[in-house]
């Protein structure tokens, strides 16, 4: 019996323990609702905005990067609604002409996946030790993890689109190991500008954008 008690009282004060983190890795200005869907409106303006600046530079975006940091910064949820809202806007209204059914239907999915990654990304380096909040994000294991899932977004964006695109035209998957290799330059592109972009720019972001708002 007093095995068992000192089990549970060893429990509950690891769970005290993980709601005060919790509690002190939470900004109060999010806890606003309406605070929460200004930035949403931001980050899905920001994404948009970005995506047409860099539209016409090959397989140059920010646009994932952006849908990124906002899962980062406002969880999975809200990451999600940004990747949905501001695919949506901009693949319809692309400068370009809007994707078809089935590529703007992987798109809808494949962005509200990054803004769902990006949270949890987020959630997994606030439960970290070594790194607090004023800790400088540009130590190898942020930037490692960021160029990983930075690699790993882009490479499942460019096989699966190019997998839909290909079975869309052609009705099999027969033409798509051609159609990919037509685009490997543009792929290899895409790729590397991400990795180096969620490298080199997201830690900074995240940095930036934590320390106004905690």
């Known amino acids: 019996m007093e095995l068992k008690s000192e089990t549970n009282d060893t429990r509950d004060k690891v769970k005290l323990i993980d709601l005060e983190q919790e509690k002190a890795n939470n ?7 309406s605070f929460r869907i200004v ?15 860099l539209a016409y530079i090959p397989n140059i975006e920010l646009f994932t990067l952006t849908i990124f940091l906002s899962g980062s910064i406002l969880g999975k949820r809200d990451g999600m609604i940004v990747g949905i ?10 400068p370009f002409g809007p994707s078809p059914l089935p590529l703007f239907t992987f798109q809808l999915f ?4 990054t803004g769902l990654v990006g949270g949890l990304s987020g959630a ?42 290909a079975l869309s035209i052609f009705g099999t998957m027969d033409q798509f190991l051609p159609y990919f290799l037509t685009g490997l330059g543009f792929t290899i592109i ?11 720019i997201l830690p900074g972001l995240i940095q930036l954008i ?3 708002l905690y």
Do not use: R
């Not at 980050?43 to 600046?53: E, H, P, Q, R």
């Not at 494949?110 to 996946?113: K, V, W």
């Not at 790194?131 to 096989?159: C, E, H, N, R, W």
């Open 190 to 200: 895409h790729i590397v500008g991400n990795i180096l972009g969620f490298i080199f």
């Open 39 to 53: 930035l949403i409106s931001t980050f899905t303006a920001l994404a948009i905005v970005l995506g047409y600046l």
């Open 85 to 94: 809202f501001s695919s949506f806007i901009f693949c319809f209204f692309n």
């Open 27 to 33: 900004s109060p200005w999010l806890e606003i609702k």
């Open 124 to 165: 997994y380096l606030k439960k970290k030790e070594w790194l607090k909040k004023d800790s400088d994000m540009y130590i190898f294991p942020v930037m490692a993890i960021f160029g990983l899932l930075g690699a790993l977004i882009t490479i499942f964006f460019q096989i699966s689109s190019s997998l839909v695109s």
């Open 110 to 113: 494949h962005y509200s996946l």
């Open 210 to 212: 934590s320390k106004m």
